[in-house]
C-alpha cells in the first residue's frame, strides 16, 4: 500500500511538472512569435495579405491590448474556444482553438488533424524499428566484447549517429528505389485504405530515422548491459552455472531496460524533429510538411500551433517515460 501510495504521488507530481512545463511552452512560443519587432500583424497574415486583410489580423490579435492581455486571450482560447472574425460573419473556433490559418481560412487544429496520421505512422513505425535494431545490436555487442563483431558493430553505431537523416535518406532512395529499382518511390497511403501499401512506401521513412535513432539505442543498451554483466548477482548467477544465454537475455537484459525506457522517450522528442526532413525528403504529407511549408508563406497561426502541438507531445512522451522508469526501478520513487 504504501509502495503504491508512493508511486501515486509520483505520478501526481509528474503530471503537474509536465502540465507547468506546457505552460511555459506556451508562454516561450508565444512571445517569440508574436512579440516580434516590426508589423506584427502583416507578419501573422504573411507577404501576399492585402491592407484589409492586415487590418482585420490587427483587429484579432487585439494588437491595441498590452501583451499579456493577448497572452491571456490566447490561452482562453486553448481551454475555451474563441471567436473569429471572418469579415462577413462570425466562426466560432471550439476549444483547443490554435487559431485559424491567414493563408487557407481552415482552424490550424483542423489543418493538424489531418495531417497528425502521417506523422504517427512515421514515428511509432520507425520506433518499433530503432527498438528493435538498437537493442539488439546493443546486447549483441556487450555480449561479444572484446572481438571483433563488437568492434564492428561498434564502428557501425558510431557511424550511424554521425550521419544526418537526410543522407540516409537520400542514399536509400537512390538504391533501393533508383539503382535497384527494388521498392517505388514512397507515396503516401492510408492505413485504412490499404493497410499493406501503406507498410510498403513507409519502409523507406522508417528506415531513414530508425537507423540514426538505433545507434544511440545500440550504445546506451550496450554500456547498460556492461555495466548490469559486472554486478553481483550476475557473477552469482555464473557461480551456479547458469548458461551464458540466460544470464544475457533473461537477467542482464531485464536490469538494463530501465534507462533505455528514458532514452525512448527523448527519441521520439528527437524523431519528431528528424521527422519535418524525412516527410520533406520522401515528400510525406505530414505535420514536418506542413510546417515547412508554413513557414515559407509566414502563415503564423500554423507555426505556432504546430510548435505547440509538437511541444506537446514530447513532455508528454517524458512524462510517461519518467513515470515507466519508476515503474522499471521504484529507487526512482524515493529519490
Known amino acids: 500500500m504504501n509502495a503504491f501510495g508512493g508511486l501515486g504521488g509520483f505520478v501526481l507530481r509528474r503530471a503537474l511538472g509536465a502540465l507547468i512545463t506546457l505552460l511555459a511552452i506556451s508562454v516561450i512560443v508565444y512571445v517569440v512569435f508574436y512579440a516580434t519587432p516590426g508589423n506584427v500583424a502583416q507578419i ?3 507577404p501576399r495579405c492585402s491592407p484589409e486583410q492586415v487590418h482585420q489580423v490587427a483587429q484579432q490579435l487585439r494588437l491595441d491590448d498590452p501583451l499579456y492581455v493577448r497572452y491571456w486571450h490566447f490561452l482562453e482560447g486553448l481551454v475555451a474556444g474563441q471567436d473569429y472574425s471572418t469579415g462577413t460573419s462570425v466562426e466560432h473556433c471550439s476549444a483547443p482553438c490554435l487559431g485559424v490559418s491567414y493563408q487557407s481560412g ?7 488533424l489531418t495531417k497528425l496520421p502521417v506523422s504517427l505512422s512515421l514515428v511509432f513505425g520507425a ?6 535494431l538498437g537493442v539488439g545490436t546493443g546486447v549483441l555487442s556487450a555480449w ?14 558510431l557511424a550511424g549517429t554521425a550521419t544526418p537523416v537526410f ?5 536509400l532512395l537512390i538504391v533501393v528505389c533508383g539503382e535497384f529499382q527494388w521498392l517505388p518511390f514512397p507515396q503516401y497511403v492510408s492505413l485504412t485504405d490499404d493497410p499493406e501499401q501503406w507498410a510498403w512506401n513507409l519502409i523507406l521513412p522508417w528506415l531513414s530515422l530508425a537507423l540514426i535513432e538505433a545507434a544511440a539505442f545500440a550504445r546506451m543498451t550496450r554500456a547498460s ?3 548490469t554483466l559486472a554486478e553481483d548477482h550476475i557473477r552469482t548467477f555464473r557461480a551456479y552455472g547458469v548458461g551464458e544465454r540466460a544470464i544475457v537475455g533473461r537477467h542482464a537484459l531485464r536490469g538494463a531496460l530501465a534507462p533505455v525506457i528514458a532514452l525512448n522517450a527523448n527519441n521520439v522528442g528527437s524523431a519528431v524533429g528528424g521527422a519535418v526532413l524525412t516527410e520533406t525528403l520522401f515528400g510525406l504529407p505530414g505535420i514536418g510538411q506542413e510546417l515547412v511549408h508554413a513557414v515559407n508563406v509566414v502563415d503564423l497561426p500554423v507555426v505556432v500551433g504546430m510548435v505547440l502541438v509538437i511541444g506537446f507531445f514530447v513532455v508528454i512522451a517524458n512524462a510517461v517515460a519518467d513515470v515507466l522508469f519508476a515503474v522499471a526501478d521504484r529507487r526512482v520513487v524515493l529519490a
Not at 106 to 112: F, G
Not at 127 to 132: E, G, K, P, T, Y
Request: glycine content about 8%; aromatic content about 2%; some cysteine.
Open 167 to 171: 543522407v540516409i535518406g537520400l542514399v
Open 127 to 132: 520506433m518499433v524499428l530503432w527498438l528493435i
Open 106 to 112: 481552415r482552424q490550424v487544429l483542423s489543418i493538424i
Open 44 to 46: 501573422s497574415c504573411g
Open 225 to 227: 548491459m556492461l555495466e
Open 144 to 157: 561479444r566484447r572484446g572481438r571483433i563483431s563488437e568492434r564492428v558493430l561498434t564502428a557501425v553505431t
